[in-house]
């Protein structure tokens, strides 16, 4: 069974701290990785996707994979009251449907 | 650009009822990909359409579920006879042809109540 694994937080920062996210997969066939934000009530926005090893950065965000270690993260610098959501992990092994994991919350507090 | 376009944004149902919920994708996306937030759950994928086609519905329950995504037309969830397990979040999202990567925008869902 083809998993995604997120801590479900709270993860709680300070206005202008880096906060750090975290997800582990299960199937090393995963092809292309993405994280979504989600506010409460809305639904899931992407603001990130990633597909070969190593780093990419976009604005205050950097998502890292490491597909030998069936690991990825985002990083959000200088975080941002606005940034407090749900971030969801989802990856795709047919380049199909996306499988999510749970999601975690994150807190930016002023 | 208009973005993916989902109506209505909110449904009441009583047991037994049936629920239609459209989605019309972005202009220029043809992949159309269904998914149900429960409460306090994941989002789950349902079913995976292009025009005329459905690709792949393996998250569809077997029973009670149907989609479709016609040559004219939004994209059409029917959910039959409906539960109160039913109740959640039903999303829709889409992809352009030919993407490589597969990034695929949301649109903002319909709640569906069922009482």
């Known amino acids: 069974q083809k998993e995604v694994e997120q801590n479900s937080g709270p993860l709680s920062v300070p206005e202008g701290a880096i906060a750090s996210l975290n997800c582990t997969y299960s199937?090393?066939?995963?092809?292309?990785f993405f994280w979504y934000r989600q506010y409460s009530g809305k639904s899931p926005e992407l603001i990130m996707s990633?597909?070969?090893?190593g780093d990419k950065e976009d604005g205050r965000f950097t998502a890292q994979l490491n597909k030998a270690s069936q690991y990825v993260s985002l990083l959000i610098r200088d975080s941002q009251p606005s940034d407090s959501a749900t971030y969801l992990c989802?990856?795709?092994?047919?380049?199909?449907?996306?499988?999510f994991g749970k999601g975690t919350t994150l807190s930016v507090s002023s | 650009n208009a973005g993916v376009m989902q109506n209505p944004r909110h449904l009441v149902r009583r047991r037994g009822q049936e629920a239609r919920l459209r989605c019309s994708p972005m202009k220029g996306h043809s992949h159309v990909y269904w998914y149900r937030q429960l409460p306090e759950e994941g989002l789950k994928f349902m079913v995976y359409l292009q025009k005329e086609n459905i690709i792949d519905e393996s998250g569809m329950p077997k029973e009670r579920f149907s989609a479709e995504f016609p040559k004219e037309g939004p994209s059409i969830l029917r959910i039959q006879q409906v539960v109160r397990g039913d109740s959640a979040a039903y999303f829709c999202a889409s992809s352009p042809p030919d993407s490589p990567i597969n990034e695929q925008f949301f649109g903002p869902g319909t709640r569906l109540t069922v009482l």
């Open positions: 990633i597909y070969s090893n």
């Open positions: 989802a990856v795709t092994v047919s380049g199909t449907a996306l499988i």
């Open positions: 199937d090393r066939g995963s092809q292309s």
